[in-house]
């Protein structure tokens, strides 16, 4: 399994690998296996639960996120909007 430290990793593991395969399917199941490595081992992942670092708030906010994708809330601004012309 490979540790990343970096979604820019990811990205250059991927590319690699759509250049390389011709299958499909194969570069599908492969790019899927490498998104969850990533997820689980790199800092900058949301899912990425062994960082000792990270904050209490940090967490709740990256839970409530999640959370809110999951139940397909819309997070757009529902207030007032103000429009600047040019004179």
Known sequence: M???NNRKELSKDIKFLKKTLLDIDTKTRYIDELFHQWKTTS???PWYEDRESM???EKEAVQNLIKISEDGKSS????E???FEDL
């Open 2 to 4: 490979k540790q990343y």
């Open 43 to 45: 800092p900058d992942s």
């Open 55 to 57: 904050e209490e708030i």
């Open 76 to 79: 757009q601004w529902c207030g």
């Open 81 to 83: 909007h103000t429009t």
